[in-house]
């Protein structure tokens, strides 16, 4: 069991002292809910869990360690890890200061419609997993259990592909009406391992990038600069559209993105590879041209 | 907003002179230049009085790599029916990479905005060379006749 | 609350024939923070700028908008007026009424209120201006010249005799470079040596340059005027101070190798020196061929050396020195023809490159200037040439055109003529360029006087027959097939970038074409300067040239240098990028984007809660900066700023146009 691998691990880097905190998951207020955990001492170890309902990516959390004295353990799924090189590449944090423990990621399900106690396999994979094309840990220092299978993927791009077939109107309108519920609580920004600014630039004064009114305009205007601040740096772990209280397909954006740089500028899966430079911070001569 | 633009006169109210009739309406395109080709370009396109439609006005940047995709939402957001983006032809900028990134940004800007339902000829990314003001005309002619059959701008505009 | 003060110009009739001025001043009165506006005839004339002069003055103003003509035009105009108004410069800004307005908008009514817009974009851009100051940086006085050919020893005397120190750094363990390979020099036919040798000792002697021979450039850091440069002095196993030169070492070395300076038809020995001309006349001991080095038996040659300068024990040293400008001339190579397997080099010794034939009639070559071919040492006679093998080919080789081939094969047919009475030569071309000063006339002699006979097309296969080579290819101009029995087979290589060129650029953040040429800062107008201040570039390093070419372009790149150091301080530009270090992440995208390596992190140390951190934030070099303001879109945060363009009064100008 994963699970009681996690708690060794966790026990004996806090025992030897090598790390002093380690971040994991643990159970929550009911059965169907696994929150992050944070532990500093060995006998606290016990608490860590590994079940279906650890979706959270724990690698942004990172960031409230920036300033701690020794090394932090967190454990990593493959979209974690993938969080991991974001933050690593965009010198958020250091290497050698964290502690990077590789789970291979069976799927994360869907909480249940009720409360009652159900048998989990029953549940359906959240969507986010459903096209994780990286269950396993692409960074880490140990690794626990085997590699899972990659899983069949369907073109992840369907959606996309979907929406770019309807008319100019008719996607305003769908657009429109998504973004109008927007209620600008910034979940999507906050959870987002590529959103790792000190401060954001819709928070800092006198900036005026973005009005304070909650109108269509407004969040639109956030929307689009959110996805074009993560182009290219999304490493597709579909944090935000998970966390989002009003429901909205926060990742057919990120994922057209992602779709169009692929097409334009060559093959690129942020987070994949520390080496490879995200597409909007390089160039190439023979870009396509489109401008003559 | 820090700007008090609430206190500017709006444009429509200054056309009101006596002796004018009502004017038709004209689009209103924002123009993006960089210093050393486009704004030169459309210099040159006044040295030989090129004529084209008084829809544009040029905001004058060092380089077209200088152009945040903020500025063209902003543009959309208050009234903008057009935004132009325009550089050195790529391997002729005057900071020899700038125009490589806008070819990248843009491109990928394009694309978003016509996913969000914007019509791609509302945003367009052209490069004009200084010596190059009649292409600058031409430029800013089709884009304000495609403008013109696409009609006012109301997608992302403010509500008034 | 800002004192705006609009000065609207006629430009006589150039602006007021097709815009009411006098309603766009009445207009711009009216705009937030605008307290005085007015209209004159000719804002740029003196009488005109007394006008601006007075009215901030009388008014008062702390900002200034002019609606005129193009900035381009009389930016500088009206800052210059500001500024002996006592105000700074850089609380100007100018509407561009007349270029963008009056000259392509005939209609009165249109044009009045385009120009009523662009004067409000103006008027709400000027509200956000900050007054801007130049900065100034030191200066070290001194120079390094990278590659030590007829370029770079041409830029070091230069740069020596207008009184800076200059240090030459050569990787090989002689100064000389390519030139000191060639026999003759077109169109003259002077001989090389004697016009380099000269040149490498005056170099050698002069009290301010400083020769660093089988030397590289291992890291540079720093800036233009300020740059720390570390010097690897590879181990040449003999002391340098006590070496006399004598030649005792070599002449006892019982290790012969393939001498390189003689493209492989010579020998050398273990310890050598290239060539007896060599400048530091002082010997390097080839570690991978000695004996010593490879089975710890022999030492001869430090049992012979009268002063004991022999020490097999010598490290490679690392030296940091300071530099205030860079000169790279680091040369060029041959192009590599293997690809044309048709041509047979390696397979046939005697088909051979230009560098091979320029050793083969060198007086002081391998064959004492008598040619002969390679294999059984046979004077040749009958000598073909095949011109733009690697140039002008994109399928195999090079696109461009290498410029120098047409010229020495000209010069290599008249030598085969000269030297070797009844030969006859054969020239194999795509066309003939002759663009230099005598050089149309040298070809002709060559092919009219001294009989080579040019044939235009290309060659398909060269093949031996007997102890002749079969030169089989296509006559294109009559449209037949030519076949020629040949004794030797000389190949025009193109001249290409040396193989470790972009390396040495990406130590030196400067840029390289598709062929790691490396590129100049504008093709027509900085031909010798690099988009990196303070680097300079001379000789075939930027481009195929010939002597006089690197030479004139050495002495270019010398005065470029020499401008530069005879500053005690440089003043850089105010429109320079600016980083909120409260608000930067450290992320450093920026750094990756600037193209003048002008952004670089460093660390800021600040109190979090109640101890000292450090945190990794960006730095702008405002001397590097040139103000394109790449970084501020990369700067998703927002916290790098191009200061005169800032993101504020862009945006500002947006909310005006639109209104």
């Not at chain 1, 170890?45 to 932090?72: P, Q, S, T, W």
């Not at chain 2, 060092?62 to 132009?84: E, K, W, Y």
């Not at chain 2, 292409?135 to 006012?152: H, N, R, S, W, Y």
């Not at chain 3, 270029?99 to 851009?125: F, M, N, Q, Y």
Request: proline content about 5%.
């Amino acid at each position: 069991m994963i699970t009681e691998k996690m708690r060794a691990a966790a026990k004996e880097l806090l025992e030897k002292g090598e790390v002093e905190t380690v971040i994991g998951w643990e159970k929550g207020t009911f059965w169907y809910n696994s929150t992050p955990a944070f532990i500093s001492k060995p006998e606290q170890a016990d608490r860590l869990v590994f079940d279906e309902f650890c979706a959270n990516n724990l690698a942004k959390y990172l960031l409230d360690y920036r300033n701690a004295d020794g090394k932090i353990a967190v454990f990593v799924k493959g979209c974690d890890a993938r969080a991991v090189n974001r933050l690593l590449q965009d010198n958020q944090v250091k290497r050698e200061k964290v502690y990077l423990i590789g789970i291979p990621c069976p799927g994360m399900k869907e909480a249940p419609k009720t409360g009652a106690a159900q048998d989990t396999a029953s549940l359906p994979l959240l969507a986010k997993c459903q096209s994780c094309a990286t269950p396993n840990p692409v960074i880490y220092d140990q690794l626990l259990g085997d590699p899972v299978p990659a899983r069949e993927v369907p073109n992840r791009f369907a959606g996309v592909e979907a929406l770019e077939a309807k008319g100019a109107d008719e996607k305003y309108e769908r657009w429109g009406k998504l973004f109008s519920e927007c209620i600008r609580c910034y979940a999507c920004r906050n959870v987002c391992p590529a959103c790792n600014c000190r401060e954001c630039a819709f928070d800092a004064n006198g900036l005026n990038w973005l009005g304070k009114q909650n109108n269509l305009q407004e969040n639109q205007m956030f929307n689009i600069t959110r996805a074009m601040h993560v182009a290219g740096r999304c490493i597709e772990c579909g944090e935000c559209e998970r966390v989002c209280p009003m429901g909205l397909p926060l990742m057919d954006i990120n994922r057209k993105i992602i779709k169009d740089l692929n097409e334009l500028f060559g093959s690129y899966d942020a987070g994949l590879n520390l080496e490879d430079r995200p597409p909007l911070g390089h160039y190439k001569l023979d870009d396509p041209e489109k401008f003559m | 907003m820090s700007l008090n633009t609430e206190a500017l006169p709006k444009s429509q109210e200054v056309t009101a002179s006596p002796e004018a009739a009502p004017q038709p309406w004209e689009p209103r395109i924002v123009g993006f230049a960089c210093n050393w080709c486009t704004y030169a370009g459309a210099d040159l396109a006044g040295l030989s009085r090129l004529q084209y439609p008084p829809s544009i006005r040029l905001i004058r940047v060092p380089c077209s790599g200088r152009v945040n995709p903020q500025f063209v939402i902003r543009a959309f957001q208050r009234g903008a029916d057009g935004v132009l983006v325009a550089g050195c032809h790529p391997g002729d900028c005057h900071y020899s990479t700038g125009n490589y990134f806008t070819r990248r940004r843009f491109l990928l800007m394009q694309r978003l905005l016509e996913y969000m339902g914007m019509d791609p000829r509302r945003f367009q990314a052209r490069w004009i060379s200084g010596s190059e003001g009649p292409k600058f005309q031409q430029v800013v002619t089709q884009m304000t006749e495609d403008i013109k059959a696409l009609g006012p701008n109301r997608k992302m505009r403010d509500v008034e | 609350m800002r004192r705006t003060g609009v000065f609207v110009c006629h430009c006589g009739s150039n602006i007021a024939g097709t815009v009411d001025v006098e309603r766009v001043a009445k207009e711009a009165a009216k705009f937030p923070n605008v307290v005085f506006a007015t209209d004159y005839k000719y804002m740029c004339s003196e009488p005109g700028q007394q006008v601006i002069k007075d009215a901030i003055k009388e008014h008062n103003l702390d900002r200034v908008v002019v609606a005129s003509c193009s900035p381009r035009m009389h930016e500088p105009t009206f800052r210059r007026c500001l500024e002996s108004a006592g105000m700074n410069p850089y609380l100007f800004e100018m509407a561009n009424i007349r270029e963008h307005c009056s000259w392509v908008h005939p209609d009165k009514e249109k044009g009045t209120i385009k120009s009523i817009d662009l004067v409000r974009k103006a008027a709400a851009k000027v509200v956000k201006d900050e007054p801007l100051q130049k900065s100034s940086i030191g200066i070290t006085k001194r120079a390094l010249v990278i590659g030590g050919g007829i370029a770079g020893i041409q830029v070091a005397l230069d740069i020596a005799d207008a009184g800076f120190p200059v240090t030459i750094v050569e990787k090989e363990p002689t100064i000389g470079g390519r030139m000191a390979q060639i026999d003759k020099t077109f169109p003259t036919l002077d001989c090389s040596a004697c016009i380099l040798t000269p040149k490498m000792v005056d170099a050698s002697q002069h009290p301010n340059i400083e020769i660093l021979s089988y030397s590289e450039v291992e890291k540079v850091e720093g800036y233009v005027g300020n740059f720390d440069i570390t010097i690897r002095k590879k181990a040449r196993s003999v002391d340098m101070s006590k070496c006399t030169g004598c030649g005792t070492c070599w002449e006892k070395c019982p290790t012969k190798v393939d001498s390189e300076f003689d493209m492989q038809l010579g020998k050398r020995k273990a310890i050598y020196t290239p060539f007896p001309q060599a400048v530091p006349n002082k010997p390097v001991i080839d570690r991978v061929n000695c004996t010593k080095f490879r089975t710890g038996k022999c030492g001869i040659c430090q049992k012979v050396c009268p002063t004991g300068a022999v020490d097999y024990e010598q490290q490679d040293e690392l030296i940091t020195e300071k530099y205030g400008a860079i000169v790279v001339a680091t040369g060029f190579n041959q192009f590599d023809h293997s690809v044309y397997g048709e041509y047979g080099y390696g397979k046939y010794p005697d088909v051979i490159t230009g560098l091979h034939f320029e050793r083969l009639i060198n007086a002081s070559g391998p064959t004492m200037g008598k040619i002969k071919r390679p294999s059984d040492h046979k004077i040749p006679e009958t000598v073909v040439f095949i011109k733009c093998v690697g140039s002008r080919d994109e399928a195999k080789g090079k696109s461009y055109c290498s410029r120098t081939c047409c010229m020495y094969t000209a010069k290599h047919a008249t030598l085969v003529h000269e030297k070797i009475p009844g030969s006859k030569s054969y020239i194999f071309y795509m066309d003939v360029r002759t663009p230099g000063k005598g050089y149309e006339e040298f070809y002709k002699r060559t092919a009219e006087e001294y009989e080579a006979q040019y044939i235009r097309g290309r060659v398909s296969k060269v093949y031996q027959k007997g102890d002749k080579l079969v030169v089989r290819g296509e006559d294109s101009l009559i449209g037949r097939p030519v076949e020629i029995e040949a004794d030797m087979v000389v190949l025009a290589n193109a001249m290409v970038a040396r193989e470790d060129a972009g390396d040495l650029a990406r130590t030196l953040g400067i840029s390289y074409d598709k062929d790691n040429f490396f590129t100049e800062a504008h093709p027509k107008l900085r031909p010798v300067e690099t988009h990196t201040a303070g680097v300079f570039l001379a000789g075939a390093c930027q481009g195929p040239k010939d002597i006089p070419d690197s030479v004139a372009q050495a002495g270019a790149a010398a005065s470029k240098a020499i401008g530069l150091l005879s500053k005690t301080q440089m003043e850089s530009d105010a429109i320079v990028s600016n980083v909120d270090e409260s608000r930067c992440s450290g992320c450093m995208i920026c750094k990756g984007i600037c193209p003048y390596k002008a952004i670089d992190a460093k660390l800021i140390t600040e109190r979090v809660g109640g101890k000292m951190a450090e945190r990794q934030v960006a730095a702008v070099n405002k001397s590097l900066c040139q103000g394109c303001g790449a970084c501020t879109v990369a700067c998703r945060a927002g916290c790098l700023n191009l200061l005169g363009f800032t993101n504020e009064q862009i945006l500002a100008e947006v909310e005006a146009v639109c209104l």
